[in-house]
């Protein structure tokens, strides 16, 4: 995410915990009914960049507020990331002097936090490095770049970063030896943001340089440069090291016009094939596909385990022939911009050396036990940062098992795919502010669980589920946060197992916290994501914004009360054959409904509160509006497809209400009768006596399906409001009023 210079922006930048140091300023706090503001002051001067960031050791699910000296406020932030309920907001001051940082519970939630106040940016810089130099650089049209002389020893690893303090500046990063070869780039870390990341190690000791400019040479702005050594850093695998013979390079842009490019590679029998496809500008995650001569997919990669979002594939073709080389955007996402495609013959040894970085991308930070049940592997370590206990670890074995029985033998999925040993490998460490994290590791195209159905990108996997759940916010306990984290996970290694490229990308996060719900009990922590997308309903169903894929597993479980369970496992069962919405689509059709009448039962389901859980959600639908009197109202934009406002109907009597604008626009009322909640479907206009029930609302629905998963756009409409005589409209169905509690 981008940081203004004058506007604020809350971020947390990959990987990366706000660690203390000595510096680092802690206030501690409370947010209680009788004080539900907690107020902290921190005096700032003008040009000055400072860090807060809430922690809680009873779970608080914390909203920071920053307010200026003059009383306005500066930036606000509820959750870091999804899942984490802790708060951060990052800040340049533009003015001396006493600002306020107020910390709230989220709906009205009470207990102890810390805020830390730190200098500077938290760059993800492990406990143990130490910062070579820090500070502001300015670039503009004379002053388009910068170089930096930085004395490396050959055990040392430098890790520099920049953080953009002007908006939308787009930085890069070179770095040169003492003779000026450039020895790496990077453009944007792949986070998101366009700041920008390198990390390297020397072969020998030397002096190098760091140049620090802007994409094109062309921005100008502030950013914040850090160089730091950090021996827990990871060093990339340079792929430049690998002795090849090129034989071809390509150079283009992906983006919604240019989604895929494909070439046609000839290869001798025995002859291994070298494909690296570099971003070199924008946040384009590429990924690379090598078919055969039977139009059946032979290799395949997203991420190359070098810690970029960049692909490289090895391929030794077991007969002559031709192939197609594919290039796309992951997931047939929105990311974009210019790549490099550089083709090589190499030793076929190559093979083994890039399954090994996929292998290998979980690293312990101490020496490494196993513990072996019937069917996983688990990982761990008793040192440094993901240290655990042996204890803890069998408990992750035995939970992983348990949810092995629960999720195939009860649920139905299919058996993924196992390792070479016949086990599930998992590991038991850090995971980097995440509550654990599945990595494909081996394209394997078939399933052989699945004797049935020829899988095309079928995936081995590794997964990790973290030491301890610390400064995440959650007040369950560890133990119950393991078991729903060990549960989420491993229904991530049963995805793969069906698709790992499946272009309906909402559906991975969203089965995963679903499956949750149906697997743990009382463990669960899903209910904590509801919040996301219950605040924002008007936004899009498979909407790019952060959270809303997690937040919405309701839509699932929703499916589930009408159809059953196995509605899901069916999805992804179409998910072998078909992409994006067909997949939805097709399962949808064996039952006889569409995506947008599924959607809008589930809108509806959602404002009713019909669903076993919902005691525990942390949130209503939020209402957009109070019709209150007959002039109606106008929405000037804001609702997406697939999304719906509700307005809650504050008149009494026999009214007629009507829906104009954007043609897949619709009129539902939601209406509390005793203990049900009825829907009453008013199409583009329909009337409604409202002294006939508790509560009424209106849920304008936009059944306008998106262009293509997370492409979404929004219209405008108005509600007109009158007096009815005529016939009145008639429910549809109902859900329980059980758990009903009007919206605010």
């Excluded at 991308?361 to 370590?381: A, C």
């Excluded at 030491?467 to 991530?492: C, I, Q, S, W, Y």
Aim: hydrophobic share 40%; with cysteine; aromatic share 8%.
């Amino acid at each position: 995410m981008r940081v203004g210079f004058v506007v604020s922006a809350f971020v947390c930048l990959a990987g990366s915990a706000v660690a203390q140091s000595s510096d680092d300023r802690v206030i501690p706090g409370s947010v209680t009914e009788a004080a539900p503001r907690s107020v902290s002051e921190i005096t700032l001067e003008a040009g000055q960049l400072v860090t807060l960031t809430t922690a809680s050791a009873d779970g608080l699910d914390t909203i920071l507020t920053l307010v200026g000296p003059d009383g306005q406020t500066l930036a606000e932030n509820d959750d870091r990331e999804p899942g984490i309920l802790t708060s951060q907001i990052i800040h340049m001051a533009t003015t001396s002097g006493r600002y306020m940082a107020v910390v709230t519970g989220y709906g009205g939630a009470t207990g102890d936090y810390e805020l830390t106040v730190r200098d500077g940016v938290d760059f993800g810089l492990s406990w143990e490095s130490s910062v070579i130099q820090e500070q502001v650089v300015s670039l503009n049209a004379r002053r388009t770049s910068e170089r930096f002389p930085v004395d490396l020893s050959a055990d040392d690893i430098l890790v520099t970063t920049t953080f953009a303090l002007t908006e939308d500046l787009d930085t890069t990063l070179t770095l040169l030896d003492d003779a000026g070869t450039v020895l790496a780039q990077n453009d944007d870390r792949g986070d998101g943001s366009l700041n920008s990341q390198l990390v390297f190690q020397p072969d020998a000791a030397g002096r190098f340089f760091v140049e620090v400019g802007t994409y094109g040479g062309s921005g100008t702005g502030d950013l914040m440069l850090s160089l730091a050594l950090d021996p827990n850093a990871d060093v990339p695998f340079d792929f430049t090291t690998i002795e090849r013979e090129p034989f071809a390079r390509h150079e283009g842009t992906l983006d919604n016009r240019q989604s895929e490019y494909t070439f046609e590679i000839d290869l001798a029998a025995g002859q291994t094939l070298l494909a690296v496809a570099d971003a070199t500008s924008g946040d384009l995650d590429p990924v690379l596909r090598l078919v055969g001569a039977d139009g059946y997919p032979v290799a395949l990669n997203d991420d190359r385990g070098d810690g970029s979002l960049n692909s490289a594939i090895a391929f030794t073709a077991p007969q002559a022939g031709r192939y197609t080389l594919e290039l796309q955007r992951y997931r047939s996402g929105e990311s974009s911009g210019e790549f490099v495609l550089e083709l090589s013959h190499v030793d076929a040894s190559v093979v083994d050396t890039l399954q090994g970085l996929l292998e290998n991308r979980v690293t312990l930070s101490g020496p490494e036990l196993t513990i072996e049940t019937e069917d996983f592997r688990v990982h761990y370590t008793l040192e440094g940062v993901d240290a655990s206990s042996t204890a803890y670890a069998q408990s992750v074995g035995e939970a992983l098992q348990e949810m092995l029985d629960v999720q195939v033998s009860r649920i139905g999925w299919a058996e993924p795919i196992r390792g070479d040993d016949g086990r599930y490998r998992a590991y038991v460490a850090d995971a980097d502010g995440s509550m654990g994290v599945t990595y494909p590791v081996q394209i394997v195209f078939d399933n052989v669980n699945t004797t049935d159905v020829h899988e095309a990108s079928a995936a081995r996997t590794v997964f990790v589920i973290d030491n301890d759940f610390v400064g995440m916010g959650k007040e369950a306990p560890v133990h119950a946060l393991m078991r729903a984290t060990a549960t989420h996970e491993f229904n991530h290694v049963v995805q793969f197992g069906y698709d790992s490229e499946e272009g309906l990308d909402w559906l991975y996060e969203a089965t995963a916290s679903w499956t949750e719900t149906t697997t743990v009990g009382g463990d669960q922590d899903a209910t904590d994501y509801v919040a996301t997308d219950f605040d924002a309903p008007e936004i899009c169903w498979t909407t790019s914004e952060s959270g809303f894929d997690y937040s919405q597993w309701t839509l699932l479980q929703s499916m589930a009360d009408s159809y059953g369970e196995g509605i899901v496992v069916d999805i992804w069962e179409n998910s072998v054959e078909l992409d994006g919405f067909e997949t939805l689509a097709a399962t949808l059709e064996t039952v006889g409904t569409t995506i947008p009448d599924v959607i809008q039962r589930w809108r509806a389901q959602n404002f009713a509160l019909a669903y076993d859980l919902a005691p525990l959600f942390n949130s209503t639908v939020r209402v957009h509006h109070t019709l209150d009197s007959e002039r109606g109202w106008m929405a000037k934009g804001g609702l997406e497809q697939l999304g719906a406002n509700y307005i809650t109907v504050g008149l009494d009597g026999r009214y007629q209400f009507s829906v104009r604008g954007d043609d897949g626009l619709e009129l539902l009322a939601l209406a509390q009768n005793g203990d049900e909640v009825l829907v009453i479907p008013l199409g583009r206009g329909g009337s409604v006596d409202t002294r006939a029930y508790e509560h009424v609302a209106l849920m304008v629905f936009n059944r306008t399906m998106p262009e293509a998963p997370g492409v979404c756009s929004d219209v405008g409409y108005s509600i007109d409001v009158a007096p009815a005589g005529g016939a009145l409209a008639a429910p549809a169905y109902s859900f329980s009023a059980e758990h009903f509690t009007p919206p605010t």
